[in-house]
């Protein structure tokens, strides 16, 4: 993706997602449940999953796996993988 480039949809319409959603997606993106997500950040699970399903709807996509990929493919996410510490 260009510098200074936005995200667009397939439509060019620009993506837009809170700091708070792609937090979330980030960790659905190491693999975290819902559950594991609201514990690491002090939120309720249905909260996060209630946030997953908005991001589904922005990103266009069927299911969690989905969104990131999509989210991966137009720069929302970045493609390095996760640090596991002690490892």
């Not at 997602?17 to 980030?26: D, H, V």
């Amino acid at each position: 993706m260009a510098t200074g480039q936005k995200p667009c949809d397939g439509e060019g319409r620009p993506i837009r997602l809170s700091t708070r959603q792609r937090e979330i997606l980030a960790l659905v993106a190491e693999g975290a449940t819902d559950n594991e997500i609201a514990c690491r950040l002090c939120l309720s699970s249905g909260y996060v999953s209630n946030q997953m399903k908005k991001i589904r709807r922005r990103l266009g996509a069927c299911s969690r796996a989905h969104a990131v990929a999509l989210a991966l493919g137009v720069g929302i996410l970045d493609a390095e993988p996760p640090k596991h510490e002690g490892r």
